[in-house]
């Protein structure tokens, strides 16, 4: 079996169309869609995340913010920016680039942000929806991957998902989405001992870890769904997933390729994302429920 490619590319380029349709009605209606982004420090990899970020947002008609502190930058900088943010309607999507510098608390800057402009979905608030299946804003990644297996016509529900991945951005949330979408998810980490034991189950392998080649043909079931979210630079400059995609190819059913799987699709998440948060204060405010939009945030400890 060969597998059909899952084209995150295209994908991500017919959400993109329908965005810029969205973001047509909100200015009719007087509302322009904003996304602020802070960035701490000069990272090379977060400059050209931001950067791709509001690549997006142009591409859309979404007003992007951008705030860039020196590397030096305190604690209570990051805050100050994030809670003049939080009050500025203009704002509807807050982001606040990570990794941050070591002196900074990371919890406690992402704590600062409003739940109701929390649209990188890592506020605990926000954690806390998804664990209930109630989310307010999915986090970006795995919710680009939940409409990329969406494409290939399969439901999810009684399927065997193995989740090779445990990180707070990637692993976890995917798992817990999917477990609300009545899938019988299985979570492995770098701990896990015999990986193979585990993968080999899988009807869905959705693969985080960020290693590349940790996924052979031996350790996938033949006609598996495969979902590579890895990201790796190799020596010789070459970007690859954690699967090796054309051994793996000849066993699934569905893979995604790295470049143009996940990629693209977590950049177009952070978009809808921000359109659902400016289509919900447009809708608060004119219900004159504009009280409950500004509910502040959790305070942090
Ligand atoms: P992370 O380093 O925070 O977490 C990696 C996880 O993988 C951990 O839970 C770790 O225990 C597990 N792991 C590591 N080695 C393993 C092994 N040998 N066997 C089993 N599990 C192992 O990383 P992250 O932020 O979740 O990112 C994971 C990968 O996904 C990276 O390559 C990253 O670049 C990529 N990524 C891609 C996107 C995208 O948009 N496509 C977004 C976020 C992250």
Redesign the pocket.
Known sequence: MTARIIDGKALSARLRAEFRQRVGRLVDQGVIPGLAVIRVGDDPASRIYVGNKVKACEECGVASFQQALAADASEADVLAGIRQFNTDPAIHGILVQLPLPGHIDVRRVLEAISVNKDVDGFHLYNVGGLVVGNTIFPP??PY?VQLLLETTGTDVAGKNVVV?????????PMALMLLQKEATVTI?????QN?AQHTILADILI?????PG?IVPQMVKEGAIVID????RLPDGRIV??VDFAGVREKASWITP?PG???????TMLIENTLRSAERAHHLRKNNDYQDWETPSIKAG
């Not at 492995?188 to 896990?192: D, E, G, I, N, S």
């Not at 979210?229 to 790796?232: Q, T």
């Not at 799987?261 to 950049?267: D, E, F, H």
């Open positions: 970006c990644t680009g090779v991945g445990a990180s707070n951005i990637v692993g976890k492995c980490h770098a701990k896990t990986l693969v985080a870890a960020g290693k940790l979210v890895g990201i790796n997933g954690d790295v799987g996940v990629g693209p699709m977590t950049v």
